[in-house]
Nanobody
Framework: QLQLVESGGGLVQPGGSLRLSCAAS????????IGWFRQAPGKEREGVSC????????NYADSMKGRFTISRDNAKNTVYLQMNSLKPEDTAVYYCAAISDPCRSDSRLWEYWGQGTQVTVSS
Protein backbone atom coordinates (compact mmCIF):
# COMPACT_ATOMS: atom_id res chain seq x y z
CA GLN A 1 0.00 0.00 0.00
CA LEU A 2 1.42 3.36 -1.07
CA GLN A 3 1.54 5.76 1.83
CA LEU A 4 3.03 9.13 2.74
CA VAL A 5 3.35 10.16 6.36
CA GLU A 6 4.20 13.68 7.47
CA SER A 7 5.71 14.53 10.83
CA GLY A 8 7.48 17.38 12.57
CA GLY A 9 4.65 19.86 12.92
CA GLY A 10 3.82 21.63 16.14
CA LEU A 11 3.58 24.94 17.93
CA VAL A 12 6.44 27.40 17.44
CA GLN A 13 6.95 31.05 18.24
CA PRO A 14 7.32 33.64 15.50
CA GLY A 15 10.86 33.63 14.19
CA GLY A 16 11.33 29.99 15.10
CA SER A 17 12.08 26.97 12.93
CA LEU A 18 10.62 23.57 12.21
CA ARG A 19 11.63 20.72 9.97
CA LEU A 20 8.86 18.66 8.46
CA SER A 21 9.44 15.15 7.22
CA CYS A 22 7.58 13.17 4.60
CA ALA A 23 8.28 9.45 4.75
CA ALA A 24 7.09 7.03 2.11
CA SER A 25 6.15 3.40 2.44
CA UNK A 26 5.08 0.97 -0.22
CA UNK A 27 6.99 2.76 -2.97
CA UNK A 28 10.31 4.43 -3.68
CA UNK A 29 10.28 8.20 -3.51
CA UNK A 30 13.31 8.70 -5.72
CA UNK A 31 11.22 8.03 -8.82
CA UNK A 32 8.78 10.83 -8.00
CA UNK A 33 8.58 14.54 -7.66
CA ILE A 34 7.57 15.39 -4.10
CA GLY A 35 5.73 18.53 -3.17
CA TRP A 36 4.73 20.32 -0.02
CA PHE A 37 1.38 22.09 0.14
CA ARG A 38 -0.39 23.88 2.92
CA GLN A 39 -3.93 24.83 3.77
CA ALA A 40 -4.93 27.42 6.32
CA PRO A 41 -8.45 27.55 7.77
CA GLY A 42 -10.87 29.07 5.30
CA LYS A 43 -8.29 29.20 2.52
CA GLU A 44 -7.50 27.14 -0.52
CA ARG A 45 -4.63 24.70 -0.55
CA GLU A 46 -1.49 26.33 -1.89
CA GLY A 47 1.79 24.98 -3.16
CA VAL A 48 4.85 25.54 -1.02
CA SER A 49 7.71 23.83 -2.78
CA CYS A 50 8.52 20.84 -4.96
CA UNK A 51 11.60 18.75 -5.59
CA UNK A 52 11.98 16.59 -8.67
CA UNK A 53 13.53 13.15 -8.77
CA UNK A 54 16.63 14.84 -10.18
CA UNK A 55 16.85 17.08 -7.11
CA UNK A 56 15.91 20.32 -8.84
CA UNK A 57 13.63 22.53 -6.76
CA UNK A 58 10.67 24.76 -7.44
CA ASN A 59 9.25 27.28 -4.98
CA TYR A 60 5.66 28.25 -5.53
CA ALA A 61 5.26 31.33 -3.39
CA ASP A 62 7.45 34.40 -3.02
CA SER A 63 6.39 34.72 0.62
CA MET A 64 8.35 31.56 1.44
CA LYS A 65 11.47 32.13 -0.63
CA GLY A 66 14.59 32.32 1.43
CA ARG A 67 12.80 30.87 4.46
CA PHE A 68 11.68 27.39 3.35
CA THR A 69 13.97 24.79 1.84
CA ILE A 70 12.96 21.42 0.44
CA SER A 71 15.39 18.52 0.32
CA ARG A 72 15.32 14.78 -0.15
CA ASP A 73 17.21 11.81 1.22
CA ASN A 74 16.52 8.94 -1.14
CA ALA A 75 18.40 6.51 1.08
CA LYS A 76 15.86 7.20 3.82
CA ASN A 77 12.96 7.46 1.38
CA THR A 78 12.15 10.81 2.97
CA VAL A 79 11.68 14.40 1.87
CA TYR A 80 12.09 17.34 4.23
CA LEU A 81 10.85 20.89 4.45
CA GLN A 82 13.06 23.14 6.56
CA MET A 83 11.12 26.18 7.66
CA ASN A 84 12.93 29.13 9.20
CA SER A 85 11.85 32.60 10.33
CA LEU A 86 8.31 31.37 10.73
CA LYS A 87 5.47 33.86 10.78
CA PRO A 88 1.92 33.60 12.12
CA GLU A 89 0.65 33.57 8.54
CA ASP A 90 2.53 30.30 8.01
CA THR A 91 0.03 28.60 10.31
CA ALA A 92 -1.63 25.80 8.34
CA VAL A 93 -1.87 22.08 7.85
CA TYR A 94 1.09 21.03 5.74
CA TYR A 95 0.78 18.13 3.34
CA CYS A 96 3.28 16.27 1.23
CA ALA A 97 2.33 14.69 -2.06
CA ALA A 98 3.92 12.62 -4.80
CA ILE A 99 3.61 12.76 -8.57
CA SER A 100 5.49 11.45 -11.54
CA ASP A 101 7.94 14.11 -12.76
CA PRO A 102 7.76 17.00 -13.33
CA CYS A 103 6.39 19.15 -10.53
CA ARG A 104 2.89 20.53 -10.96
CA SER A 105 1.52 23.68 -9.33
CA ASP A 106 -2.08 22.41 -9.53
CA SER A 107 -2.66 20.27 -6.44
CA ARG A 108 -5.50 18.41 -8.18
CA LEU A 109 -2.98 16.66 -10.42
CA TRP A 110 -1.01 15.07 -7.60
CA GLU A 111 -1.41 11.33 -7.16
CA TYR A 112 -0.57 10.49 -3.57
CA TRP A 113 -1.12 12.50 -0.39
CA GLY A 114 -0.21 12.28 3.24
CA GLN A 115 -2.64 13.02 6.05
CA GLY A 116 -1.06 16.37 6.92
CA THR A 117 0.71 17.83 9.93
CA GLN A 118 -0.39 20.95 11.79
CA VAL A 119 2.00 23.88 12.06
CA THR A 120 0.97 26.70 14.38
CA VAL A 121 3.05 29.86 14.68
CA SER A 122 2.02 31.87 17.68
CA SER A 123 3.45 33.61 20.69
Amino acid sequence: QLQLVESGGGLVQPGGSLRLSCAASGFTLDNYAIGWFRQAPGKEREGVSCIRSSGSRTNYADSMKGRFTISRDNAKNTVYLQMNSLKPEDTAVYYCAAISDPCRSDSRLWEYWGQGTQVTVSS
